[in-house]
């Protein structure tokens, strides 16, 4: 008796099998590295990553796993909208590394995870070159990772969610984690190139120029590595989604406060801007946005000129603040910025 269903395949619900091959090896070439620690390929279920011998590698004598998760929000519906495909794979990999590396962690091995509505290819290829290009930038490799096609999931077809998982490691003497600041320690600002990954909701309402709002974001580490491990240096904060004062919370005990000086913070003019067309408070804007910082490094006051000589080769670095006896807050702002106030 003749089946009278409609035969279904897995390719007729827009999942094609056919291309698996062809995109594997589209992909492998992005997945080729000079880390001899790097153990196997693509094709496997996982990657093998030696440790212990990046380890001794680095000269890391009692070495701790630095691990982080991330992923760059809705600047991504920008990218695939706009075409910056190879760009966001940038951002996600800076992002994470600035992340790892406010632990004084040494990035090394990347997976990276790309969820599609629809079969794109070259998109997809677009993104994980962006992903490899960021890794070797940053001293490490693309080990491996995953491309979903989810029609179901994914409303927009031509949009995609990104994400990626790090793995670095720091010497557990090397740590930077706010213990050891001290009062009269020196704060200093190291410029950011735009929002980098941080309030594109709110700049996607204000229909802010995407030209203007998607260079990658920056990643310090090629500035900070040569710092790392001298006890030059501790304190740093990634300035993300809560400005200044949310990011340089989270570094500072119980016994010291961080002072910011306003009138020195160098505001980009993107951010004044954002703060025309949303007509937001001084307030609103420094919990939102970098505001032109994209990191804080803390340093005893007899390094701190040394140190901001050694990162103004790589970006706009000066000081704006230091560490207090303990205030009212772990952050205070003094001084003001030309916006209005609450």
């Known amino acids: 008796m003749k089946n009278k ?12 099998t056919s291309k698996d091959k062809t995109k594997m090896s589209g992909i492998g070439q992005y997945l080729k590295t000079d880390d001899k620690n790097v153990l196997n390929g693509l094709g496997p279920f996982a990657s093998l990553y030696d440790f212990n011998a990046k380890a001794k590698e680095l ?5 701790l796993l630095v691990l982080k998760m991330e992923e760059p929000g809705t600047k991504q519906l920008l990218a695939a909208r706009h075409g910056y495909g190879e760009s966001i794979g940038h951002d996600v990999v800076n992002h994470i ?7 004084g962690g040494i990035p090394f091995a990347l997976l990276d995870c790309i969820v599609r509505g629809s ?3 070259k998109s997809t290829l677009e993104i994980v070159k962006g ?26 077809k031509g949009s995609y969610v990104l994400s990626a998982a790090l793995a670095g490691m720091v010497d557990r003497a090397n740590v930077i984690d706010g213990s050891k600041m001290k009062v009269g ?3 200093l600002a190291v410029a950011s190139n735009g929002l980098h990954t941080n309030g594109y909701t709110l700049a996607r309402k204000l229909k802010i120029d995407p030209k203007k709002i998607m260079k990658p974001h920056v990643t310090y580490y090629p500035a900070i590595k040569d710092l790392l491990g001298k006890n030059q240096i501790t304190g740093l904060a990634h300035i993300t989604g809560g400005g200044m004062a949310g ?41 939102t946005f970098n505001c032109g910082v994209g990191l804080l490094v803390v340093a005893p006051e ?11 080769k790589f970006h706009n670095c000066y000081p704006i603040g230091e560490i207090t006896e303990r205030k009212s807050k772990p952050v205070i702002y003094k001084g003001e910025t030309t916006w209005p106030k609450k």
């Not at 000269?59 to 070495?63: H, N, T, V």
């Not at 590394?97 to 632990?103: C, E, F």
Request: proline residues 3%.
């Open 5 to 16: 269903n409609k035969r279904v395949t897995y390719d007729s619900v827009g999942i094609s």
């Open 59 to 63: 000269g890391i004598k009692d070495p």
């Open 97 to 103: 590394v600035n992340d790892i590396l406010a632990l």
């Open 119 to 121: 079969e794109d290819d």
């Open 131 to 156: 992903f490899s290009d960021a890794c070797r930038l940053n001293d490490m490799s693309l080990v491996g990772g995953e491309v979903s096609i989810q029609p179901d999931v994914m409303a927009d």
């Open 185 to 187: 320690d020196k704060i």
């Open 247 to 287: 990011n340089l919370s989270r570094i500072i005990g119980d016994n010291v406060s961080a002072e910011i000086d306003l009138n020195k913070l160098q505001i980009l003019p993107i951010f004044h801007e954002i703060q025309r067309k949303s007509n937001n408070f001084e307030s609103d804007m420094l919990k």
């Open 302 to 312: 007899k390094h701190a000129d040394k140190i901001s000589e050694h990162i103004s």
